[in-house]
């Protein structure tokens, strides 16, 4: 395994998310697609539905040399660029999503890094050594967590027992 793969950002088309990251993987290209269970209201019933936590977007694991291969997947739009440099998330932020993916906790997507609030670092359970922000609502303690590769931050809802200010 090569020591230059990274993981890349890429824009999706519209509600295409799940047929790219199977396409890219019959193309042995490591794909991760990031999955959340939310409530759907109809007028007669309510059901749970299974949707990428962060529409639009798809991770790519490869090489530089290998993102103009990537975007040959007809699902995809194009790689998601920070300035003149292709936008990378790092592993630790993977990891977290797939623990947060994994676990029971109530998820919501926030738009943009949140910059309110106390650092916080979870010292318990199994996001314990993750840190973010803390933030108040509804008289709930909810714990957000900046992905800065995509400019978006997921909302965890966390123990006030868990976290502890960091510095």
Sequence with gaps: MSANLKWYVFYVRSRAEKKAVSLLSESGFEAYLPLMTVERVWSDRIKKVIVPMFNGYLFVRCDYYD?????????????????SDYSVVREKEIDLLKSVEAGEYSVSVEPGILN????????????KGYTGYCVEGSGANYFVVAIEGINQSIKIKIGKGMVRRSA
């Design 67 to 83: 993102i103009t291969n990537v975007l040959q997947c007809k699902h995809l739009v194009a790689a998601l660029k920070t300035g």
């Design 116 to 127: 309110i609030g106390d650092n916080v670092e979870i010292v318990s359970g199994l996001l």
